[in-house]
T-cell receptor
Framework: EAAVTQSPRNKVAVTGGKVTLSCNQT?????MYWYRQDTGHGLRLIHY???????EKGDIPDGYKASRPSQENFSLILELATPSQTSVYFC??????????FGEGSRLIVV | GEQVEQLPSILRVQEGSSASINCTYE??????FPWYKQEPGENPKLIID?????ERKQTQGLIVLLDKKAKRFSLHITDTQPGDSAMYFC????????????FGLGTTLQVQP
């Protein structure tokens, strides 16, 4: 199975602080995604990328930035974290076959 | 529209019975429909998928049906076991929208012994 690794797995941040969530995939997939999962909202797409150097806004991009410096790495950046961004964040990668492979998730608490 | 509606949100069944989850989508250009299973504290994992050139697919006790005319697809789990208890998500991909999936809100399945 495809390998998608996220770090950190758990993070407590202070309001107004900067948070960077990192994602690495070793399957040479072109597409990578950041979702957040909240009770009652399912999985919502924040940002995605078609390849190195590209980032696209998903359905809920406000308050988030993304960076895809290489085929393998895709980061999600919260410049000014707020308590409403407390959530579980999942990175995923996918190739031409459409199947998405999810990382293990990053649990973020903003206090 | 790009919404995917998933029902029910909670499903309780007796062990050995079948369970069905239904999803509808809005965009008739959708062509790929995966189902993911997520156990508590873990990541979603693909369990079965169906493409728009098929109406039915079956694997290891799972059946998915696709009705393109009604823009509806469903997951049927036969002979449920306690290990089937989990959250299930349906999703749809729009043709040309490279890999981007729109997810339903999920169904919590509880299989009672």
């Amino acid at each position: 199975e495809a390998a998608v690794t996220q770090s950190p797995r758990n993070k407590v941040a202070v309001t107004g602080g900067k948070v960077t969530l990192s994602c690495n995939q070793t399957n040479n997939h072109n597409n990578m995604y950041w979702y957040r999962q909240d009770t009652g909202h399912g999985l919502r797409l924040i940002h995605y990328s078609y390849g190195a150097g590209s980032t696209e806004k998903g359905d809920i991009p406000d308050g988030y930035k993304a960076s895809r410096p290489s085929q393998e790495n895709f980061s999600l950046i919260l410049e000014l974290a707020t308590p409403s961004q407390t959530s579980v964040y999942f990175c995923a990668s996918g190739g031409s076959g459409n199947t998405l492979y999810f990382g293990e998730g990053s649990r973020l608490i903003v206090v | 529209g790009e919404q995917v509606e998933q029902l029910p949100s909670i499903l309780r069944v007796q062990e050995g019975s079948s369970a069905s989850i239904n999803c509808t989508y809005e965009n008739s250009a959708s062509n790929y429909f995966p189902w993911y299973k997520q156990e508590p504290g873990e990541n979603p994992k693909l369990i079965i998928d169906i493409r728009s050139n098929m109406e039915r697919k079956q694997t290891q006790g799972l059946i998915v049906l696709l009705d393109k005319k009604a823009k509806r697809f469903s997951l049927h789990i036969t002979d449920t076991q306690p290990g089937d208890s989990a959250m299930y998500f349906c999703a749809a991909r729009i043709t040309g929208n490279t890999g981007k999936l729109i997810f339903g809100l999920g169904t919590t399945l509880q299989v009672q012994p």
